[in-house]
């Protein structure tokens, strides 16, 4: 292989400055939940302030030091099985499934009066009259049971991947059951009071007060808990609230520029989790999971990019740490994808032009998304340059051949490979044989030379 030396020099300046050894877990989670912020519709931080809040809450309930920490993973991962009900969402209520998704917390959706005027607001917004009444008639047949699966897939997945971490028992419950309602009017089991756990109604009053607290302010949020107490939230829990809704230092903390170094201070002292090398392939193997989840037609893709990047790697020479950083990259090379709604990546027709620039800016969310966070902020350029080519056509920068590292060049490949082998909304999955074709049509044009001929050879076609 030959690179020009200062793009490797590019790419690997700073490596080891930190390590998975210095950096703290919370400091990695703090910086993803990002990602989930924007599946969800939320302004950047809403996870990271909804932590400060609950754990706030937490200390002024006097949780112990083990609930306290326990609490802290599960505010930060509450969102982590957001993604999974996009696409469900996306059918029912079609238009934007990010804006629908927010707007379930500023209504309170279990009066009829503000079901109805949820779903007059989000219902396929633009569409014509007759599209708009036919959405209306599909959601009330549907009823109840529609919206129990939607809280159900999230909830569930969250907490799937909150075991898969290695997280406590009681964070994952917290996950699972934090849209709970005190009265039993939430979901997904419709539990009541006590059998709701503690942890998870914490999460759930502050994340609602999160949203109030950003759209509009502080007092707001104390005004919409004590409106929603006994019914969504445990009184107990508002009224600790309520009680430091007050502190401005805890809304300082909240507009802290350095919002991440805040949170990461918030975590109990003593029970910090060091971000260990398996740690850090967990964390990008669980976030492959969250943006495949986002459409049924990624199922799997970054976990397959990520296999195909490997085996090109492994072909082309490259040493073990390497391979390692490549394999996360490739995990991590769509994260951004979590920012486009689901009517644009499940859409069956061709895009227009204004639905394609959304698209073409996923990459440039990946960069937003990894350059922040420890560790992983030396796999931000290669991940986010997934689409660029060659002949400096691609996007989201028109690099150069020249500014485009091995790593890079290969991910550019894997991407291209595994797109062309699996199901698309527009298209069937492309034989074998059709997919190298068009690899070879690309090779030295869009594609590298070297790797485009790794692929053939792991794929087995010539």
Known sequence: MSVESNVLDLHNNGMGVETATTVKLSSILSSLSYALDLTEGHPRGHASRSCLIGMRIGAAMGLSPDDQSDLFYALLLKDAGC????????????????????????????????????VLDYAEPEGKLFERVRRLAVLAAKGPASRRILFEVRCDRGAEIARTLGFSQPTAQAIRCMDEHWDGGGYPDGLRRDGIPVLARIVGLAQVAEIFASEKNPSSAATVARQRRGSWFDP???????????????????????????????????????????????????????????????????????????????????????????????????????????????????????????????????????????????????????????????????????????????????????????????????????????????????????????????????
């Not at 629908?100 to 109805?116: N, P």
């Not at 007050?246 to 060091?274: F, K, Q, Y």
């Open 83 to 118: 993604s999974s009900n996009s696409a469900r969402v996306f059918q029912l209520f079609g238009g934007d499934d990010q804006v629908a998704k927010r707007g379930v917390w500023l209504r309170d959706w279990r009066k009829l009066r503000e079901q109805i005027a949820y």
């Open 236 to 462: 107990d829990i508002v009224d600790a609230f309520v009680s430091v809704c007050g502190e401005d230092d805890l809304w300082e903390a909240c507009g802290s520029p350095a919002l991440d170094s805040t949170v990461a201070a918030a975590e109990p002292e003593g029970r910090e989790i060091v971000a260990d090398e398996q740690r850090l392939n967990d964390i990008a193997a669980a976030f492959a999971w969250v943006i495949d989840a986002k459409s049924p037609f990624t199922y799997h893709h970054s976990e397959r990019v990520a296999d195909f990047a490997v085996s090109i790697g492994r072909d082309l020479g490259l040493d073990e740490p390497t391979i390692v950083r490549l394999r996360r990259a490739a995990l991590l090379h769509d994260i951004g994808k979590l920012s486009v709604p689901n009517r644009i990546l499940d859409k069956p027709g061709t895009l227009t032009p204004r639905e394609w620039e959304v698209v073409k800016l996923h990459p440039y969310y990946t960069y937003q998304i990894l350059e922040r966070v420890p560790v992983f902020g030396e796999l931000a350029f290669d991940a986010s340059a997934h689409h660029e080519r060659l002949d400096g056509r691609g996007y989201f920068r028109n690099l150069p051949a020249g500014q485009l590292s091995p790593s890079a060049r290969i991910l550019c490949t894997a991407d291209h490979l595994d797109a062309l082998s699996a199901d698309r909304p527009y298209r069937g999955k492309l034989p074998p044989e059709q997919v190298i074709a068009i690899l070879r049509s690309e090779r030295g044009t869009g594609l590298w030379p070297e790797a485009v001929d790794a692929a053939e050879r792991i794929v087995g076609i010539g």
